[in-house]
């Protein structure tokens, strides 16, 4: 009777246990740690920034805990396909070439493109606005390989010179401010960061080239997380989430980055 008794039991835990409800595994966030103030760590080295931010109030929508998996942003869709990541949020902006590779939320940011030129360029040749930029013959614009800082102005100039290819967005700004360049496209705070640490040997042309949807990147076929990521952006006005963004970011980032008092840094969220 006893080992009956003890037999059913131990059945019945095993029922009870695949019965219950199973803790859902962290999100796993991708992101390069290395473009402040979206994507950046602190002194102690942990994640933060305003993508950091985002990822943690998704985490708290879906009811997940949140990890944050600092990547190169080259290999962010390779990791997202091959389940080392669940999600992209990391400043990647929704191409049709990475649509082909990976499935997009609606956008959660738009980036305003704006251009950084060499100073003694600029005020030789008499820059009043970007269409100056533009116009001008033969003009060398530098940026990072692979990304549409390169291709915006082999499209928009009216006679572009060669473009200068770099690895990354800071030797293209070494390479306008020595002069090898004549130009360089970038986010707006990503510009205007620079200008301010480069003011005596750059100019920013604030009037964008062009505005960029940032949306978060989910695998192929994993319809469940793309339909929430889309509700939860959806909601991110209506919820608090970008005020909660604009009263802890937007007068730090006018100040540091010495934009016009009054822009609202996340007018454009959920557009």
Known sequence: MKKTFLLISVVLLLFLGACAPKEEAPLRVGMDLRYPPFETVDSQGNPMGISVDI????????GREVEIVDLPFGSLITSLQTNEID???GSMSITEERK?????SIPYVYFPLVTLVNRQLAESSNFESIDDVLAYDNVVFAGQKGTIFL????TKAANPGQVVETDSAALAIIEVTTGAA???VLSLLAAASNHKANIQTTVMFIEPLQVNPIGMGI???NSELKEKADKFIASMEQSGVNQRLREKYNSMLLDEYL??????LFLQLND
């Open 55 to 62: 990822a943690f109030e998704l985490g708290e929508f879906l």
């Open 87 to 89: 999600i992209i949020i």
């Open 100 to 104: 082909q590779s990976i499935d997009f």
């Open 151 to 154: 291709s915006i102005p082999e």
């Open 182 to 184: 004549d130009a360089t």
């Open 219 to 221: 695998a192929k076929g």
């Open 259 to 264: 934009l016009e008092d009054g822009i609202d």
